[in-house]
């Protein structure tokens, strides 16, 4: 399973998403542009001694990333409003979870493309319009990886 991060703003968010991907042998796919360069002190605070783990694969864009993407694979996009909640997936072990950047969430142009693979967390409250991107990922992933039988 692969998380990726399409232009994420925000180092903290990057870096715990980074240390959950080394908890549940994930890789992480970042997408640019990045808000915030690699070596920030912010990434590797979140991301604590746990960063120099992190199987990370970077991509210039969305294109780049396609191409590179194993054929096979599912990209499964993540977003605040989508009409299917991410429960209604039946998860597999080479899908592709992509989620778009903390203030913009996913480009518009990739909510078009990927609408019948775009799926939400359900948030009850009309006060909040979405959740932290660290928070959404480890939803979803230990979603996932609780359909595949993970401990």
Known sequence: MDVVLVAPEIP???????????ASDTTLHLIEPLGF???????????????????????????AFVAAARPAS?????????????TAVAYRPDDYLVFGGESRGLPPA??????????AIPIRSPHVRSLNL??????????AL??????
């Open 37 to 63: 360069v690699i070596d920030d002190k912010h990434l590797r605070r979140a991301g604590l001694d746990y960063w120099r783990h992190v199987r990370l694969v970077r991509y210039r864009d969305w294109d």
């Open 110 to 119: 990739l909510r078009a493309r990927y609408a019948d693979a775009t799926y």
């Open 74 to 86: 599912r990209l499964l996009c993540f977003a605040a409003g989508a009409p299917r909640p991410y």
């Open 12 to 22: 903290p968010n990057t870096g715990s998403i980074g240390r959950l991907c080394v």
């Open 134 to 143: 660290a928070t959404a990922v480890a939803i979803v992933l230990y979603e």
């Open 146 to 151: 609780r359909q595949q039988g993970a401990p």
